[in-house]
Every structure is written in structure tokens, then in C-alpha cells.
């Protein structure tokens, strides 16, 4: 096996192991969005949401009306004010589902990855048959190696920690957090569209108010 990110053990002392290294395949899950919610345009939409609780934005289609509205007085320099709070917060929370979005795309494929070595080492296993393959001893320093038939691995959960599982096991968390990662992956993207519209139509609402302060300013000087 040429694969150096994964090694089995063949021994219950701690000198006769070979440590197991894997792509942090547990830490596969996305958070949801903990940051503040932006300002609504308006209150009664508050309750509408997706699920990370990010605010649906109203689109303004009578300006005359949403303006003559009480919490917005005619006062355009305060009703501006409140939409860039929002366009501002919608856009922080664009930037954290990117930075979730691009961890998952990066570590999915290290999963599949050492899910293909375990394969590999089963097949090794159920065939009786040794592995030969290059154990890193540090960077760009490698040592040929060869590791009998086994049916225990080491996976790294983060933090410098790592735990042995049999096969079996290891099997079934590796493939429980792919599917995880994945369905976390398509959430993300679905709330980046929502996102992505609520930008939208706040910033087509400023540009309406704002207009329609330049228009209310003209009318009052002639």
C-alpha cells in the first residue's frame, strides 16, 4: 500500500504500534450560524425565517406606503440606516456559510479517501495477506514498512487524539460522517441561495428608498 496517511496495528504494547493517520475524518459536521440576526425590514416578517434563522427580508413594492409606515415616520436617513444594518449582517453571514462550505469541500474528499485505504486494508485482512507501505517518520522523511493482516486501525478525531477500532467500526463512522458531510454540504448551499436572495432584495430596497428620498427632496424645493 502506497498510501502513507494510514497504518494499522499489529501489536497491544504502545513500542510495537504503528500510529494510524487519517484527514480528521470526525470532524466532519457543520455548525449552524450562531451570529446576530439582521434587522427586518419589517416586523411583521421577523417570524419568517429558514432554518438557521436568518430573517426574510420584505421587498418594498409601494415605497409610499412601506415609507408612511409608523415605524418608519417618512424618515429616510433612519429606514437607510436599518437596511444597511441588515445588507451588513446578511453579508458576515454569507462569509461564515463560505468558510463552512469550503471546509466541508475540503475535507469530504480526505474522507473518501482513507475510506478507499480502509477497503484496501480489509481486502489485505480477509486475504491474509501483508502491506507494503512507506510510514512517515516526519516531514518528507519516509520509511519502507510492512504490516501483516490486521483487523484494527487508528484514526485521528482532531486534537491529537487517536483511537483504535476494529474494521468494522471504523467502517461505520467514516461512512456515517461522509453521509453527515454531504448533507451538510447541500444545507449549506441551500441557505447560501436563501442568503443570497435576502441580499438582493435589501439592496433593491435601499436603491427604492433612496430614490424616493431624492424625488420627496426635489419636490419640496420646487
Not at 39 to 57: R, T
Not at 162 to 189: F, P, W
Not at 191 to 217: C, G, H, P, S
Amino acid at each position: 500500500m502506497a498510501d502513507n496517511t494510514t497504518t494499522t496495528t499489529t501489536s497491544s504494547t504502545a513500542a510495537d504500534k504503528p500510529t494510524a493517520t487519517t484527514a480528521d475524518p470526525v470532524s466532519t459536521t457543520a455548525s449552524t450560524a450562531t451570529t446576530s440576526t439582521p434587522i427586518p425590514v419589517n416586523e411583521s416578517d421577523a417570524e419568517k425565517s429558514n432554518s438557521l434563522g436568518i430573517p426574510y427580508a420584505e421587498f418594498v413594492s409601494d415605497v409610499d406606503a412601506f415609507m408612511s409606515r409608523t415605524e418608519n415616520d417618512s424618515n429616510a436617513t433612519q429606514v437607510l440606516k436599518r437596511l444597511d444594518e441588515s445588507h451588513t449582517k446578511y453579508r458576515f453571514m454569507e462569509q461564515n456559510l463560505m468558510q463552512k462550505k469550503r471546509r466541508l469541500k475540503k475535507q469530504i474528499p480526505d474522507i473518501e479517501t482513507t475510506i478507499d485505504v480502509l477497503k484496501l486494508v480489509k481486502h489485505r485482512r480477509d486475504n491474509k495477506q501483508e502491506t507494503e507501505t512507506h510510514f512517515m517518520l516526519s516531514d518528507q522523511v519516509y520509511m519502507r514498512s510492512t504490516i501483516p493482516a490486521t483487523d484494527k486501525v487508528c484514526l485521528w478525531l482532531g486534537a491529537n487524539v487517536m483511537l483504535e477500532y476494529t474494521i468494522e467500526e471504523a467502517e461505520v463512522l467514516l461512512t456515517k460522517n461522509y453521509d453527515t458531510a454531504n448533507k451538510n454540504l447541500q444545507q449549506i448551499e441551500t441557505d447560501l441561495d436563501f442568503l443570497r436572495d435576502q441580499i438582493t432584495t435589501t439592496e433593491v430596497n435601499m436603491a427604492r428608498v433612496y430614490n424616493w428620498d431624492v424625488k420627496r427632496r426635489q419636490s419640496l424645493k420646487s
